[in-house]
């Protein structure tokens, strides 16, 4: 308006001198003003049309990380399903070698079923691995801090491991120094097994070491350390990566290269930092770091001798192959078994017994929808006490959690090797008499 006014004056006076200069003025102003509007609509306009391409975007991220949850989902699935199927008849045919290689009297029998054992004995190691990716990878897998003696660990693992490297011409050594730590002790001991099976696996000579010493306070340095034929340096960084084969020593049964992916991811679970040295020919060394305990109430992971001669074991299993080999090993133990592969079986022939049941092992899916759960339910209600109890599974997706802990149930996973079995029915019984009152039995 302004504008206007003087453009008016201007031409009505004549005054072009005095008035010209405002009026270039207050033109320069009105194109200003038209500019910096026009330039905030263009920018709103921009800002509007980068936002609805950035939600577009968005949108396309969420769906393609939803179709990559939906995939790697199905992929732990088909692994779960194909590990369970294949673990049932590996169970039963490890438990068959294992009493096999107790009757093989002739030398040269000794040896073929020593060498298909040896077979069996990878077959079960891949899928318990294949088990422990799965596991890991559902990003399901829980931790529980505990204080760990060292001494009782590293003893349980010599008495696993001193057969092993006899067999293969090496010594074996373990260095506590009576220290403790603060962990989990199954994702400890998980992280430990591997590394001194690989230790073993890739020497023909020399000495495997484990030791632990605490250089700083509060901390504890557990390593692994052997003289076998070590790693190229072009490979230890893809070491921990799945699916990675280092080079064989002669003699070696191949692995699927998954052992130091589950020792790296579930050192991470634990926040326990993992170093690796090798000198090609020499050896390798792997480094664990851990939280150092004081505390005097220790969780040891100790093997028990007890004996399994004449102990009562509820047996329950719904593939007919499996039951049978459960039976027949356990009954070579000395061990009294009462067999079933469904409730109404078990329960027949739970009338006709007077005796206290000592032990229940059992699988978890159980015909007619029952579960392992509530079958050792139901059998320690009948008996009117709390009995030892293990839930024995193919299944990947049962974890130790609140309800087992609740149960007091201990859970592992098939194949479990023959002299595994009977050292966790030693430990289940034995600790579970030492915690309970003798009322119980």
């Not at 509060?218 to 080079?247: A, C, H, K, W, Y």
């Not at 020593?249 to 589950?262: E, F, P, Q, Y």
């Not at 339910?377 to 959690?401: A, C, F, M, N, Y």
């Amino acid at each position: 308006m302004q504008i206007f006014c003087m453009t008016g004056i201007t031409l009505g006076t004549g005054d072009f001198n005095r008035f010209y200069p405002a009026v270039i003025a207050s033109l320069a102003f009105l194109f200003l003003g038209y500019t910096v509007a026009t330039f905030r609509a263009q920018e709103h306009f921009y800002i509007r049309r980068v936002q609805r391409e950035r939600q577009e975007e968005k949108g396309y991220l969420m769906q393609q990380v939803a179709h990559l949850q939906e995939a790697h989902a199905a992929k732990a699935r088909l692994l779960a399903m194909v590990s369970h199927d294949l673990r049932q008849p590996v169970h039963a045919l490890g438990l068959m070698l294992g009493r096999l290689r107790r009757e093989a009297s002739l030398s040269s029998l000794r040896v073929e079923v020593e060498a298909v054992n040896e077979v069996v004995n990878s077959l079960s190691k891949s899928l318990t691995m294949l088990m422990a990716v799965t596991r890991l990878d559902s990003g399901q897998v829980t931790t529980m801090d505990e204080t760990i003696s060292l001494e009782r660990m590293f003893g349980s693992l010599a008495n696993e491991f001193h057969e092993t490297a006899a067999v293969s011409g090496l010594a074996i050594r373990f260095e506590a120094n009576e220290l403790n730590v603060l962990t989990d002790p199954n994702h400890l001991r998980t992280i430990l097994t591997n590394l001194l099976s690989n230790a073993i696996k890739y020497s023909s000579r020399g000495t495997v070491r484990m030791r632990a010493i605490s250089p700083i306070p509060q901390t504890v340095v557990i390593s692994v350390e052997d003289d076998g034929i070590g790693i190229p340096p072009d490979e230890l960084t893809r070491i921990f990566d799945p699916f990675v084969r280092l080079p064989r020593r002669k003699g070696m049964v191949d692995g699927i290269g998954l052992g130091l992916a589950i020792v790296k991811q579930t050192a991470d679970l634990i926040k326990a930092p993992i170093e690796v040295e090798s000198e090609l020919g020499r050896g390798t060394s792997f480094f664990i770091t851990l939280t150092r305990s004081d505390d005097p109430e220790v969780v040891g992971l100790q093997s028990r001798e007890s004996d399994l001669r004449g102990l009562r074991i509820v047996v329950v299993d719904n593939d007919e192959i499996v039951l049978e080999s459960m039976a027949r090993t356990l009954e070579e133990w000395g061990c009294r078994v009462i067999a079933a592969s469904d409730w109404p079986g078990l329960e027949a022939k739970l009338e006709m017994t007077v005796s206290p049941i000592d032990l229940i092992l059992t699988d978890f899916h159980l015909d007619a929808g029952l579960s392992g759960y509530e079958l050792i339910k139901r059998v320690r209600k009948r008996q009117e006490r709390q009995i030892p109890s293990i839930l024995l599974t193919g299944d990947v997706e049962i974890r130790h959690g609140p309800e087992s802990t609740a149960a007091a149930v201990i859970i592992a996973y098939k194949p479990l090797p023959y002299e595994k079995l009977a050292a966790l029915i030693q430990e289940t019984h034995a600790s579970f008499s030492n915690t309970r009152p003798a009322t119980d039995h």
